[in-house]
């Protein structure tokens, strides 16, 4: 209690900790929020996570006023953190869900040489240059065998000044799982299916790990720097696994899934070893 009152620490202190342990010059970057209410107070992150073959840590987040969606703002500030800190070419790609589109969005990293792959809704409307503006549904209805096409986003009055960019879909539950991109569509597909792993950091720093919305902290102050404590905790418990296990994968399940995870193999060393003099 007395840490959290008293001490408080230069912004983005632990960015430089947190990437040192994830042990390679190029990581993907996965954009989300985690959210939840202590009473009637909102506490919303907005979190900027590096995911690499064994580990995922947050690197960056900004603890939002409000409950519901980041703004443009938002998420170009948080971008700008990182781009302080880091180049653009450490960046693999950054990958992001529904809620984070825009066209001043993706001009922002377009022009700021980020690689993207970015989920979009079906009812969102692009141009390009073989007819009229149509949702991404309709688009995609139209094209029959094409799933992999170039257009810019938004009606074609708005969608002068967006950039170009490529999308690919494919067909799940009924639905369209659509992702736009500014590299090659086929890669960036493919490169969306690691967006999960923010979900999997989400739920190891709460309910299925650390707790950490068990604190019943609503200070701004006091929250930005326990989420700090918590990402030097998923980074050590990873660093961790990833020393017991050498080049070996935690074994599996007859189902195919892992009987422990990597962060939990982590985890419970380092519980047994605070526990133990072993």
Known sequence: QRFFQFFALAPDWAAPL????????????????????IGRTEVNYLVLAAVTRRKRVPLFWTLLPHG?????ADRIALMRRYLACFPAAAIRILLADREFIGTDWLKFLNDNNIPFAIRLREDLRVTDAAGPDLTLGARLRRARRSRFFEARLGAREEAAGAPLLHFAAKCIDGGWLIVCSNRPARAALEAYRKRWQIECIFAEAKTRGLNL????????????????????????AAATAASLLGSR????????YLSRSWFRTGLDHLRHVF????
């Open 275 to 278: 526990r133990t003099d072993a």
């Open 213 to 236: 919305e068990d604190t019943r902290l609503t200070c701004p102050r006091k929250l930005d720097l326990l989420m700090a404590i918590v990402a030097l905790a998923l980074a050590w």
């Open 68 to 72: 519901g969606s980041s703004a443009t």
């Open 249 to 256: 994968a935690p074994a599996r399940k007859a189902h195919g």
């Open 18 to 37: 947190l990437a040192a342990t994830l042990g390679t010059e190029r990581w993907t970057l996965v954009l989300d929020r985690t959210n939840w209410k």
